[in-house]
């Protein structure tokens, strides 16, 4: 995340994550429209919404977190995609 003459406020965030995780995510983010600061930037919101994690962790599910778990849910498909970044937002707001 940097820092813009727009956001002023904006803080720079360095994380560690493992490259193929990182890739993954990307490719899923991208097919919503969404560059990987503003899909960080809003679990970042959403958890501050939410007062917690914006989904239910749960042991079940555990094994899916792994960079190969994410390449086989971006292979499968299955995802739902937006036409648009505003697409997006009107589900989101809809939802709460």
Known sequence: MTTSSEHQDSEYLQITVDA???AAAQQVFQRLGLDL???ITLFLK???VDQGLPFRP???TADSYTPEGARQI???????????????WWELDGKR
């Open 37 to 39: 600061t503003t899909a």
């Open 20 to 22: 193929d995780l990182q």
């Open 46 to 48: 959403q958890s501050v």
């Open 58 to 60: 749960n042991t079940s």
């Open 74 to 88: 971006v292979q499968s498909e299955q995802l739902k995609t937006y036409a648009d970044l505003d697409s997006l």
